[in-house]
């Protein structure tokens, strides 16, 4: 979240507030859906803000039998991709 509120600030766009989920004190199946969710709406703004307009980002796959750590490996990697970003 915090990533992506980087990227929203270096290209100007307003930050999204993920206030709820901080609030959360137990997480959730749902929280981790719609917080993923709420990630991707945000790129998809910051992609077309730059003119990606033909960039799509691919449909999301179900895959079964994912366990936490299966989803904490995937959310680092997506965050190594973000900083990765250092300039728009």
Known sequence: MRELQRLQQSV???RAEFIGFLETQQ???A???NMVGMNLAETQIIK???GLK???TP???????KRPADVYQLMRWIIRKLRLIQHL
């Open 48 to 50: 077309a803000h730059l």
């Open 54 to 56: 033909h960039k799509l």
């Open 27 to 29: 997480v959730i199946a």
């Open 12 to 14: 100007g766009l307003p």
């Open 59 to 65: 449909p999301a796959e179900f895959f079964s039998n």
């Open 31 to 33: 929280d981790v859906l």
